[in-house]
């Protein structure tokens, strides 16, 4: 167990509608990064949060958007959703930056139809 | 453009036997490197990772890498696999100043045969 969490463990939806995805980090962590998994893209990164604040970004869409909270959980907003979308979505967290150990949840897994 | 490369998508070894998975990077400078594991419905688990410093990386579960810059290598290995191997492994890079990158392979699988 990671310490991460992931919320849905599994989600699906139709094409066109918009989901989000919640990730809670690991005790003290202060970034978040999301990942996606997909078996066209392979593993990708979309983006990291730092304490609330947008850090770097990846290969996100603009159709998606993420936010942290002062509490540090962060979601994921996929809108507009189509087939492509379907994919295993991560959240990792670290202490503070990339260069450390990055903590992988377990998932969710979309399924858009 | 930057680029991991890993050219093996499935490998099958022994129970007890060595491996060594392959993993090429193209990158600007020296980036960092990683190691991941990650078994079936799971989340990634980073085996070893490669900053500075000493070229051959000790990381958990017995594995074990190498830095060679001038094969812009950095291959996985492991002297005797167990059968708790199996799963996928993924090579990635990350920058290590100015515009965040961070890149995975495409991933080899593991099987291990008892």
């Known amino acids: 167990d990671s310490g991460v969490t992931q919320t849905p463990k599994h989600l699906i939806t139709a094409t066109g509608q918009r989901v989000t995805l919640r990730c809670s980090p690991r005790s003290g962590d202060l970034s978040v990064y999301w990942y996606q998994q997909s078996l066209d893209q392979g593993l990708q990164f979309l983006i990291q949060y730092y304490n609330g604040e947008e850090r770097a970004k990846g290969n996100i869409l603009e159709r998606f958007s993420a936010q942290q909270f002062p509490d540090l959980h962060s979601e994921l907003n996929l809108s507009s959703l189509e087939l492509g979308d379907s994919a295993l979505y991560f959240c990792?967290?670290?202490?503070?930056?990339?260069?450390?150990?990055?903590?992988f949840g377990p998932g969710t897994r979309l399924l858009v139809l | 453009a930057q680029s991991v490369t890993q050219p093996d998508i499935h490998i099958t070894v022994s129970e007890g036997a060595s491996l060594e998975l392959r993993c090429n990077y193209s990158?600007?400078?020296?980036?960092?490197l990683f190691w991941y594991v990650q078994s079936p419905g799971q989340g990634l688990q980073l085996l070893l990772k490669y900053f500075s410093g000493d070229t051959l990386v000790q990381g958990i579960k017995g594995f074990e890498a190498e830095f060679k810059r001038s094969q812009s290598s950095f291959n996985l290995r492991k002297p005797s696999v167990h059968w708790s191997d199996a799963a996928e492994y993924f090579c990635a890079v990350s920058s290590t100043s100015g515009t965040y990158k961070y890149i995975f392979g495409t991933g080899t699988r593991l099987k291990v045969l008892a």
């Open positions: 990158y600007g400078a020296t980036p960092y």
């Open positions: 990792a967290s670290s202490e503070r930056g990339f260069q450390e150990t990055q903590y």
